[in-house]
C-alpha cells in the first residue's frame, strides 16, 4: 500500500512581506495607477474612440461605414417607432367611436412596424460588421504585441514591469481591444437611440426630461464606479497572476516535469500556488462585496428617481398641464429612453471597462517603442577588423553594481579568442556586449573604430552568430531549428544546411529523429520528440554555423558533448574559414589551449592576456594557471581535485 505522504510545510513561508508590497513593483506602477482616476479614464474617451476607429478603418474601411450608416439607421428607427406609438396612442385615446379610432390608427400602427423592420435589419448588418472588423483586430493586435515583445531590446527582460505590462497588453490585445471596438459600436447605437426616444419625450413635454435623468443617473454611477474598481483590482494584481501564472506553467514543461517529480516537490510547488491563489481570492471576494454595496446603493437611489419622475407626472396630469392620453405615451416614452439610457450606461461603461486595457496595449505598445533605439543612418561594419572593448564598465538594467570593471580588450579578424575564469566573473556579460545585445554603462566598444552606440541597433546583429551557454530549440522542425540562424538565407537543396549539421554533428541526431529533419522539438507534436542535451547543442551549433557570420561567439558551447563529439566541434571551429572571428567561452581548458589569444576574467575585470603558454609562463599562484593546471592534474591523479581550491 503507498504510504501517505506527510504534507509538508511551505518552504516559502516567512515571504508575505514581499506579497504585501512586491518588491517587484515599481514606483511608476504606483504613479501609473494614481493617473488613472476615473474622471481622467472618462476624459480620456474620445481618444480611446478615436484610436479605435482608426484601427477598425485600417482594416476594413468599407465595413466601418456599414456599420456606421447601420448603426444611425437603427437609432432614428427606434425613434420614429416610438413617436409613431404616442401617435397609436393618442388616436386610441379621441372620444370618437372604436371602429373610427381603430381606422384612424392604422397607418401609425404601419409606421411602428415599418420602423421595428428597418431597425432590426439595420441592427443584424451592424453586427455582422462588427463581428468582422472584430475578428481583424484581435489577430492584428496579438501580432503587435507580439512583434513589440520580440524586437524590444534584451535589457526590457531585466525589468520586472515590463513582463507585467506585457502580461496586461497581451491580454488587451487578445481580447480587450476588440471588445472595446464592439462596446463602441453598442455605445454609438445606444446613443442614437437615446437621442431618438429623448427627443420624442421632449415633444411631449419637456419638463420630463430631468425626471429621467434624476431616475438613471445613480445606476450609471455605480457601474462606471465598479468597472474602475475592477480594473485598479486587476492591474494591482498583476504581479501576482504572473508569479503564479509562472508555477502554473510548470505543470506542462516537459523539462521541469522529472525534477518536480524526483525532489517530490509537489506539495511545496502547491503551496506556493495556493499562497497567491489565496491572495487572489481575497481581493476578488473583496470586490465582489464592495462592488455589491455600491451597485445596492445605486439601485435605491435610481428606484427614488423613478418614483420622482412618476411623481412628476401625476402632478402634470392633475394641474392639467398633459392630457391623459399624451401621459400614457410619455409613460412609455420614460420606460423606453430609461431602458435606453440603461442600455448606453452599459454599453459606456463596459467602453469605459474595455477602454482601460485599450490603454494599457497601447502604453505597452509605447513604452516598447521608447526602449528601442531610434535608427540611425550609420550602420555597424559586417564584417569588422577590429573589436574593441575601450574601459568598458557594464550594470545591468535596474541594477547599480557594476559586473564588469574598466574593461579593455582588442580582437582582430579571423582571430580565435577564448575568454577563462571562474563563474561569474563576467565572460558571457563580456560576450553579450561584444554581440550587441547590451550597451555599455561607461566606456566605449567600437567596430572598426565605429561606436556602437552611434550606429542602427538592428546592424549590430548582422554578422553576429551566437550559441548561448543553455542551447535553445525552437518549437520548430529541426531543419528550421537550423534554418532559423538565418531564416532569409537561399539554401538550395539545402546544401548549406547539411554542411553546417554535418559540422556540428547535427547530421547524427536527424539521422537518428523519428522523422528524420521533419523531427518537431517539442514532445508536445505528434512528431515531436525529446532530444538529449548534447543533442541540442549539437543543433544549436549548427545554427550558429549556417548564419555564418563574421563573428561567432560560442558560450560553453560543448558543455554536454561526449568527448567524440567535442573534438569533431572543435575541429570545426578550427576549421572555420580565417576572416570568421570567434569567441570562445568555456571552462574545458583543453579546448582554450588553440586558441590565438585568452582572455583571464576575474570579478568583472581582465586580469590577464596572452597565449596559453604566456599564460602558463607566469605560474603557480595566477588564476590561469592554476585553473589549467587543476584540470590537467586531475587525469594525472586523482587526489588532484580534492586538494584544489
Ligand atoms: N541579467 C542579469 N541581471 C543582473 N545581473 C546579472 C545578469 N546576468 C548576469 N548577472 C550577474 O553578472 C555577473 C557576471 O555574470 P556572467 O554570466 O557574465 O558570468 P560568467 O563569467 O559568464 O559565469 P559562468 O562561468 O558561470 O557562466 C554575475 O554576478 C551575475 O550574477
Redesign the pocket.
Known amino acids: 500500500m503507498a504510504r501517505r505522504r506527510r504534507p509538508v510545510e511551505n518552504p516559502f513561508a516567512g515571504t508575505e512581506n514581499e506579497l504585501v508590497t512586491p518588491k517587484w513593483r515599481s514606483a511608476a506602477f504606483e504613479t501609473q495607477a494614481r493617473n488613472t482616476s476615473l474622471w481622467r479614464m472618462v476624459l480620456r474617451l474620445p481618444d480611446t474612440a478615436r484610436y479605435l476607429a482608426a484601427r477598425a478603418w485600417a482594416q476594413r474601411p468599407t465595413i466601418v461605414v456599414l456599420v456606421l450608416i447601420t448603426t444611425a439607421v437603427s437609432g432614428v428607427a427606434s425613434g420614429v417607432g416610438l413617436y409613431s406609438t404616442a401617435s397609436v396612442l393618442r388616436q386610441l385615446f379621441t372620444t370618437a367611436p372604436t371602429p373610427q379610432r381603430l381606422l384612424a390608427a392604422v397607418p401609425a400602427v404601419l409606421v411602428v412596424m415599418s420602423a421595428l423592420a428597418v431597425q432590426r435589419l439595420a441592427d443584424a448588418i451592424s453586427q455582422y460588421g462588427t463581428e468582422v472588423t472584430s475578428v481583424l483586430m484581435r489577430r492584428a493586435c496579438g501580432e503587435e504585441v507580439f512583434t513589440a515583445s520580440i524586437t524590444v531590446p534584451v535589457s526590457a527582460?531585466?525589468d520586472a514591469t515590463w513582463y507585467d505590462a506585457r502580461e496586461l497588453a497581451s491580454q488587451s490585445g487578445s481580447m480587450h481591444v476588440d471588445g472595446a471596438w464592439t462596446r463602441m459600436v453598442t455605445a454609438v447605437g445606444s446613443l442614437t437611440g437615446l437621442a431618438a426616444t429623448a427627443t420624442t419625450l421632449a415633444l411631449l413635454d419637456p419638463m420630463l426630461l430631468p425626471a429621467l435623468l434624476i431616475s438613471v443617473v445613480p445606476d450609471s454611477w455605480a457601474a462606471l464606479s465598479n468597472s474602475r474598481a475592477l480594473y485598479d483590482m486587476m492591474r494591482r494584481l498583476s504581479p501576482f497572476r504572473r508569479r503564479r501564472w509562472l508555477i502554473e506553467r510548470l505543470a506542462d514543461n516537459e523539462e521541469a516535469a522529472p525534477e518536480i517529480r524526483a525532489y517530490q516537490a509537489q506539495p511545496a510547488l502547491l503551496a506556493e500556488l495556493a499562497k497567491f491563489g489565496d491572495i487572489l481570492q481575497d481581493e476578488e471576494l473583496a470586490l465582489a462585496s464592495r462592488q455589491a454595496r455600491t451597485r445596492l446603493l445605486g439601485r435605491a437611489a435610481g428606484g427614488v428617481g423613478l418614483g420622482l419622475a412618476y411623481a412628476l407626472l401625476g402632478l402634470f396630469v392633475l394641474i392639467g398641464r398633459v392630457p391623459l392620453p399624451v401621459a400614457g405615451s410619455a409613460l412609455i416614452a420614460i420606460q423606453t429612453s430609461r431602458a435606453r439610457l440603461a442600455d448606453v450606461v452599459l454599453a459606456v461603461n463596459r467602453l469605459y471597462e474595455e477602454s482601460l486595457y485599450v490603454n494599457a496595449f497601447r502604453e505597452f505598445l509605447r513604452d516598447c517603442a521608447d526602449r528601442v533605439r531610434p535608427a540611425v543612418a550609420g550602420r555597424a561594419p559586417t564584417a569588422p577588423e577590429t573589436y574593441e572593448f575601450a574601459h568598458v564598465s557594464f550594470a545591468?538594467?535596474?541594477?547599480e553594481?557594476l559586473?564588469?570593471h574598466d574593461v579593455t580588450l582588442r580582437i582582430r579578424r579571423g582571430e580565435k579568442v577564448a575568454?577563462a575564469?571562474?563563474?561569474?566573473?563576467?565572460?558571457?556579460?563580456?560576450?553579450?556586449l561584444l554581440a550587441g545585445l547590451y550597451l555599455p554603462t561607461s566606456g566605449r566598444i567600437l567596430r572598426d573604430g565605429v561606436d556602437v552606440a552611434q550606429v542602427d541597433p538592428d546592424s549590430l546583429f548582422d554578422g553576429v552568430a551566437i550559441v548561448m551557454?543553455d542551447a535553445i530549440h525552437w518549437p520548430v522542425s529541426l531543419a528550421d531549428n537550423i534554418r532559423y540562424g538565418r531564416p532569409d538565407r537561399h539554401d538550395l537543396d539545402d546544401t548549406a544546411l547539411l554542411a553546417a549539421a554535418a559540422a556540428a554533428g547535427a547530421d547524427d541526431v536527424a539521422a537518428s529523429a523519428p522523422h528524420g529533419w521533419r523531427t518537431m522539438l517539442s514532445k508536445q507534436f505528434v512528431l515531436g520528440t525529446h532530444l538529449s542535451g548534447g543533442q541540442e547543442q549539437r543543433v544549436a551549433i549548427a545554427r550558429a554555423l549556417f548564419r555564418q557570420g563574421s563573428l561567432l561567439i560560442a558560450?560553453?558551447p560543448t558543455a554536454s558533448l561526449d568527448a567524440l563529439a567535442e573534438a569533431r566541434i572543435y575541429r570545426s571551429l578550427a576549421e572555420l574559414d580565417e576572416d570568421t572571428t570567434c569567441v570562445l567561452?568555456t571552462?574545458r581548458m583543453a579546448s582554450v589551449r588553440t586558441c590565438t589569444k585568452i582572455y583571464v576574467?576575474d570579478e568583472?575585470r581582465v586580469v590577464a592576456e596572452g597565449t596559453h603558454d604566456e599564460l602558463m609562463s607566469l605560474g603557480p599562484g595566477t588564476r590561469y594557471h592554476d585553473l589549467y593546471q587543476v584540470q590537467a592534474a586531475a587525469y594525472q591523479s586523482p587526489d588532484a581535485l580534492s586538494t584544489a581550491s
Open positions: 527582460y531585466d545591468y538594467p535596474g541594477s553594481k559586473v564588469l575568454f575564469g571562474l563563474n561569474g566573473s563576467g565572460k558571457t556579460t563580456t560576450a553579450k551557454q558560450d560553453e567561452i571552462h576574467f568583472g
